[in-house]
């Protein structure tokens, strides 16, 4: 059953930020409901430590889920089976550490009585789009429940059709600022020339400019301009993709492998 007053969700949203992320979690969440005021004095933390050591992790989930009663969330986000989410997560790291995490994956269940969906543990990718391991649960309490498979609405960032639509996002608001501070100082590449996309046309390879990578449609950013090993030296370019399978890389190609955009 979800909590009854905003003061009971606010009390357990606490614990479960200290069952999840133990005291850095803690700190973490009372930074974000108190922003600006003192932390929370022992006696308090003590309240919140002994309700932790004590309570189910289902009922936790429960409690933390909303205020009974109120409307489902959601519809601004747009949540929906089969879409897309970017969220926030607490996870455990291969070394044993607490950490938090922002990861995307496809939902394919809402359970909108505790405002929460889940997702295939195996399906789960990062921020960047490049797919990870299944990701470990900071509580375990059976084999079969080792790995985040599931988030709240309010862990939910931005939601989407399309996985690529979450990335390309991120890394385009990135890569712009990036370009802005760039455009200014690109790199004399030595005349070198790709075609334009749509076009016999031949424009100058510089720092920053948006490519596509023709065989298969990913969009990148140049880094910069290399050359390679033969004899003799052929050019070669560093591109940072933003876009397509491989997202969240920096791959070494040719020329001729790309168009300008």
């Known amino acids: ?20 992320g133990g005291p850095d979690g803690l700190m973490i969440m009372w930074k974000e409901l108190f922003p600006g005021r003192n932390m929370p004095n022992e006696e308090n933390i003590k309240k919140i430590t002994n309700v932790a050591d004590k309570i189910n992790y289902a009922d936790l989930e429960d409690l933390t889920s909303g205020i009974e009663g109120d409307e489902t969330l959601g519809n601004e986000k747009e949540i929906k089976v089969g879409y897309w989410m970017k969220f926030e ?19 394919k269940k809402i359970v909108p ?17 490049g797919k990870i ?12 429940n080792m790995w985040v ?16 639509d979450l990335i390309i996002k991120n890394e385009v608001r990135k890569l712009v600022r990036e370009v802005l501070v760039e455009s200014e ?32 449609l990913s969009k990148g950013k140049i880094k910069n301009v290399g050359i390679d090993d033969s004899i003799p030296a052929k050019n070669n370019i560093n591109i940072e993709w933003y876009q397509g399978d491989l997202a969240g890389t920096i791959q070494t190609v040719y020329p001729d492998a790309i168009v300008a955009i």
């Open 1 to 20: 059953m979800p909590s009854k007053t905003k003061k009971q969700l606010t009390f357990f949203r606490l614990v479960k930020s200290y069952v999840d």
């Open 149 to 164: 498979d599931f988030a709240y609405f309010d862990q939910i960032k931005e939601t989407a059709k399309n996985k690529n």
């Open 185 to 216: 100082e690109a790199q004399d590449t030595g005349g070198l020339k790709i075609k334009k996309i749509g076009s016999d046309e031949q424009v100058s390879v510089t720092t920053g400019m948006f490519v596509e990578k023709i065989s298969d």
């Open 89 to 107: 997560s607490w996870y455990k790291s291969y070394q044993g550490e607490r950490k938090k995490g922002e990861f995307i994956a496809k939902i």
């Open 133 to 144: 391991a299944p990701v470990k649960r900071v509580k375990i309490t059976t084999t079969d």
């Open 113 to 129: 009585g505790i405002k929460l969906v889940n997702f295939n543990s195996e399906d789960i990718y990062s921020k960047n789009g």
